[in-house]
């Protein structure tokens, strides 16, 4: 069983999220990125919403039952004058990272799709693994 597709907590404790998240997020518990997780028989299918994001931004691994869902972009925006100087100058990072446990799963048999912001990532479980049955001859 997959642990119900629970999702780990991390964080990269720095400056620049501390205060991101203090301006962006309402709310300290809540994740960086919203995730839906149906289970359809046979395969669990994981919908991550990431509005804003290139499909080359974002990066899946997989490593001992842990699969790791990571979006980063970077943005730099500049106006200068006849003379070279700032009129304005902004620049944007993000980054974002949610883990799952996904034991129980056919981890050769994922796929992952990115379409319109969303990344939907199909799970198809394990075959249930039956013990082998043999007849024992009586002497």
Known sequence: MMFGMIPFSRRDDNMFDFFDNFFNTPN???PSFRTDIRDQGDKFLLEAELPGFDKEDIH???????LTIQAQHKESEEQKDENGTYIRR???FGSFTRT???TGIDENGITAAYNNGVLAL???K???VVPASR?????
């Open 126 to 128: 394990k075959a249930p």
């Open 90 to 92: 902004e620049r944007r």
């Open 100 to 102: 799952f446990d996904v």
């Open 28 to 30: 300290s518990g809540t």
């Open 122 to 124: 199909t799970l198809p």
């Open 60 to 66: 899946l691994d997989l490593k001992d039952n842990i």
């Open 135 to 139: 007849q024992i001859a009586i002497h």
